[in-house]
């Protein structure tokens, strides 16, 4: 297994446990009334609202519980990633991270104010209900979301395999929500799945990255390049969420041989890191389409990113979700954590992909091909009477052996494309369009 580089966390999926403080000369310098100094006047401001809480508010409240919720406003109002994290919120990155929870199998964030699903897992309860990214959470079972947290609606979410919960959806370009019932199953899943999509034609899904992907992904490319080179790949990151940051980079390293992939920037130094490919590669030379969307996220954003602005792959599908913070999960004394935005990301070309993403060099929007039904009256040579035989026997017919990629339009576009290459070589030319920004947020959770 390969060892981790560093421990930090994209969106809530990996658990990076870190401390941060403040250089040594911050201290003097907050002391001597500068920048960091304390404002006094908020302070009392606070301690006076904090006062007539305890005092008027029609219930009781605890000290603790309106300090936590205190702490829960101030980091809740930096960005839509950084969060004051309880034990139980701790516990509950924890059990994302390792992959096995009792839940229905989507990531959700928050999107201006609404409960959206980022991406539906694959083979999990909500990708066989049909969820898709964009669709809106409007209650779960009999409780409305617009006033839940995001932790409390992943919270609702979750729960014992076996117990089912009712969600109400919304779905773009539709004014009537539809209701869907789910039974809980535990989430344990592979993230990474390979196939042959034609003859020569590999097929590999990342669904998300976990701390195993990179070793799941040459696993993979060990059984499509065990009889030579394959004549084309297709790396599908639709609907992958993100995850853990080394990974991203090990999957880019094994198709990179060399140069920079990602690097971050932030206020601390120990923010400022770059990743660069090794020497050596996997499937060199091996003409590659990797398919994004809209659900395609963080650390799905780091691969693409790399591979387009490497030239290594043609990048085909939609706009991806734009998330390009990093965030450090920093433990506390009481057990508790802060998730806290740290630094932003950029694809070797210096793109930030934050509130931007991934624009595809080829857009391909989602569809379905079906094809036409003969209507009986078509006429070919074999119907015409003293016909001549085929020389090789039997009615001639091509043998496919194809993963039938009509029924997905992206996929079954990416591999046209690829035998396109195939029969161009050097002579293809693919377009790279400009980014233009685009306004997306939210922090993909996993119930």
Do not use: C
Not at 220 to 245: E, F, Q, Y
Not at 397 to 405: E, T
Request: no cysteine; glycine share 10%; charged share 20%.
């Amino acid at each position: 297994m390969r060892a981790s580089r560093f421990r930090w966390l994209l969106p809530a999926l990996f658990l990076g446990v870190t401390s941060l403080t403040l250089p040594a000369h911050a201290a003097p310098q907050a002391a001597a009334g500068g920048d960091d100094a304390l404002p006094v006047a908020d302070i009392q401001t606070f301690a006076e609202v904090f006062e007539r809480i305890k005092r008027a508010y029609v219930e009781k409240v605890d000290d603790a519980t309106l300090l936590r919720n205190a702490m829960r406003g101030m980091l809740g109002q930096l960005d839509p990633h950084s969060a004051y994290l309880d034990k139980q919120a701790f516990e509950a990155l924890r059990e994302t991270t390792e992959g096995q929870f009792g839940g229905v199998g989507i990531e959700v964030g928050m999107q201006d104010g609404q409960l959206t699903v980022i991406a539906p897992i694959d083979d999990t309860p909500a990708a066989r209900a049909g969820l898709q990214p964009q669709d809106t959470i409007l209650r779960i079972d009999d409780t409305p979301t617009d006033r839940l947290s995001l932790q409390e609606a992943v919270n609702l979410m979750r729960g014992d395999a076996g117990t089912s919960i009712t969600l109400t959806i919304l779905r773009q370009g539709e004014s009537t929500p539809r209701t869907l019932t789910l039974k809980r199953q535990i989430i344990q899943t592979d993230s990474v799945k390979h196939e042959w999509l034609a003859p020569g034609y590999g097929y590999l899904r990342i669904s998300q990255f976990q701390s195993r992907t990179a070793d799941q992904v040459d696993a993979a490319l060990d059984d499509l390049t065990a009889k030579g080179a394959p004549k084309g790949l297709v790396l599908d990151l639709r609907n992958n969420p993100g995850g853990v940051l080394d990974s991203a980079v090990d999957v880019a390293d094994a198709f990179l041989d060399h140069g920079l992939i990602v690097y971050t920037e932030g206020r601390l130094p120990d923010s400022n890191l770059r990743f660069s490919a090794k020497p050596g590669t996997r499937a060199d030379g091996v003409p590659m389409v990797v398919l994004i969307n809209g659900g395609s996220a963080s650390a799905a954003e780091i691969l693409a990113g790399a591979l387009q602005d490497r030239h290594r792959a043609v990048i085909m599908g939609t706009r991806s979700f734009g998330k390009g913070s990093v965030q450090q999960v920093m433990p506390l004394g009481n057990g508790d954590g802060l998730k806290l935005t740290t630094a932003l990301y950029y694809t070797p070309s210096g793109r930030s992909i934050q509130a931007q993403g991934i624009t595809p060099d080829i857009e391909v929007r989602r569809g379905h091909l079906e094809i036409a039904k003969d209507s009986g009256l078509a006429i070919s040579e074999s119907d015409l009477a003293g016909r001549l035989a085929n020389p090789n026997g039997g009615a001639g017919k091509a043998a496919s052996g194809d993963r039938a990629p009509l029924q997905d339009y992206q996929l079954g576009e990416a591999l046209n494309l690829l035998k396109a290459l195939n029969v161009l070589g050097d002579a293809a030319v693919i377009p790279r369009p400009p980014a233009d920004a685009t306004a997306t947020a939210g922090d993909p959770q996993r119930p």
